[in-house]
């Protein structure tokens, strides 16, 4: 009767069940491996893939299967002091700290502390770089940059990885794996690194990452 139709049901699912579970299985074990292996090219290895040249060559961007950006490169700026070359420390202070957002006392007390040329901050928009050297304050340099940027945030970051605040210098993932080709100029006359193409879909991979952070 019903209990006889009951068992059927279970007995018929049983099936999907465990095809459910070796599924479940197969992505958890897939993860841990990935994990594995960020760990070991983060952590390990005590490495870090740093190239260095002469000519600024921007970094290859990093795209998924849909041609959607995953990583890439943007000009930024430096802004630096040649403490020597300053004649009013607390005048340059002053100018520089409503742009920078540093306090103007921090800024005056390095000027002074100081006697070689430093690196005030980094990675300020190229606009606010121009608007600083428009002041043509004494001592006072920019220099040029590149800026690693990922426009999804976290997405796919343990595959990706990350690159230091240079981004000619990886730490992880994919951006240690093919440093040198993302950092290899095909054409000289225009210093950008080859483009990295991968079979991953980060619309899918938001779905997963979504499902597995419910999950846990």
Do not use: C, W
């Not at 290859?60 to 630096?80: F, H, N, V």
């Not at 004649?87 to 409503?98: C, E, G, I, K």
């Not at 976290?154 to 993932?173: C, E, K, P, Q, Y």
Request: charged residues 25%; neutral net charge.
């Amino acid at each position: 009767g019903n209990s006889e139709k009951f068992r059927y049901s279970i007995v018929s699912m049983s099936p999907y069940i465990e095809r459910l579970r070796i599924l479940l299985v197969l992505i958890l074990l897939f993860f841990a491996i990935l994990f594995s292996r960020v760990v070991f090219l983060s952590f390990l290895n005590g490495n870090s893939q740093e190239t260095k040249s002469e000519l600024r060559i921007q970094r290859g961007a990093i795209y998924d299967r849909r041609g959607i950006e995953l990583a890439l490169s943007q000009d930024s700026s430096t802004i630096g002091i040649n403490p020597a070359n300053v004649y009013d420390p607390a005048f340059t202070a002053s100018q520089l700290s409503p742009h920078l957002f540093i306090p103007a006392e921090k800024i005056e007390l390095l000027i002074k502390e100081k006697s070689n040329y430093f690196l005030l901050k980094r990675e300020v928009d190229n606009f606010t770089a121009k608007k600083i050297m428009e002041m043509a304050l004494p001592g006072v340099r920019q220099e040029k940059e590149f800026k690693r940027v990922y426009p999804n945030g976290s997405l796919a970051s343990n595959l990706i990885g990350f690159t230091g605040m240079d981004d000619d210098r990886s730490l992880s993932g994919l951006e240690f794996l093919f440093h040198k080709e993302l950092l290899t100029a095909e054409d000289r006359e225009i210093p950008r690194g080859n483009e990295l193409h991968l079979t991953i879909d980060s619309l899918i991979q938001y779905k997963l990452e979504a499902a597995l952070g419910k999950a846990f």
